[in-house]
T-cell receptor
Framework: DAGVIQSPRHEVTEMGQEVTLRCKPI?????LFWYRQTMMRGLELLIYFNNNVPIDDSGMPEDRFSAKMPNASFSTLKIQPSEPRDSAVYFC?????????????FGAGTRLSVL | KQEVTQIPAALSVPEGENLVLNCSFTDSAIYNLQWFRQDPGKGLTSLLL???SQREQTSGRLNASLDKSSGRSTLYIAASQPGDSATYLC?????????????WGLGTSLAVNP
């Protein structure tokens, strides 16, 4: 399997623009996670889905952030409008359901810079 | 509220040394604990997962221990190599069953010098 695939790898945009990050989880995995990583705060869970349904979005910073998972093989994280403080690396991860199978497999991340 | 701390934040050692990375957590009621590795510009890779009922897990030159009562885990790396240079993160799963909200430490940045 190719692993978790994220696109784009790098995104540079101007404040106020809409940004869409994409993720393809590992085939057969039914849980998907969006994280944000910064030097100051480390890894923060933004939202996770189970069987395409959002389970917990309490980590989403504010209404400017939204995430969708229209099917088992695709998810998006959208920021509209973007702000400089959104600059970070955004990771997507997927895992298989089950208490003993909750190892999360991470994509390579999208490095977002908002100018 | 569960908090995870990793000390030291950075570590530099000569090749061949045995070393220990530390992870502490404030609430001993955990489901499992994982150690991850992150290479620069890359995602995270799970190294070892220790269930709450286990004391340690081993994979090659890596050994992770868990002491729930004291809220501590250590990652032991034997005979370190330059290829071990990376950031190592500890993550605690505080929930039973299908709760997958991991609580993360900030990581230890390891440099192994040839």
């Amino acid at each position: 399997d190719a692993g978790v695939i994220q696109s784009p790898r790098h995104e540079v945009t101007e404040m106020g623009q809409e940004v869409t990050l994409r993720c393809k989880p590992i085939s057969g995995h039914n849980s998907l996670f969006w994280y944000r990583q910064t030097m100051m705060r480390g890894l923060e869970l933004l939202i996770y889905f189970n069987n395409n349904v959002p389970i917990d979005d309490s980590g989403m910073p504010e209404d400017r952030f939204s995430a969708k998972m229209p099917n088992a093989s695709f998810s998006t994280l959208k920021i509209q409008p973007s702000e400089p403080r959104d600059s970070a690396v955004y990771f997507c991860a997927s895992s298989i359901n089950g208490p003993a199978k909750n190892i999360q497999y991470f994509g390579a991340g999208t490095r977002l810079s908002v100018l | 509220k569960q908090e995870v701390t990793q000390i030291p934040a950075a570590l530099s050692v000569p090749e061949g040394e045995n070393l220990v990375l530390n992870c502490s957590f404030t609430d001993s009621a955990i489901y499992n604990l994982q150690w991850f590795r992150q290479d620069p510009g890359k995602g995270l890779t799970s190294l070892l997962l220790i269930q709450s009922s286990q004391r340690e897990q081993t994979s090659g030159r890596l050994n992770a221990s868990l002491d729930k009562s004291s809220g501590r885990s250590t990652l032991y790396i034997a005979a370190s190599q330059p290829g071990d240079s990376a950031t190592y993160l500890c993550a605690v799963n505080p929930g039973a069953g299908n709760n997958r909200k991991l609580i993360w430490g900030l990581g230890t940045s390891l440099a192994v010098n040839p």
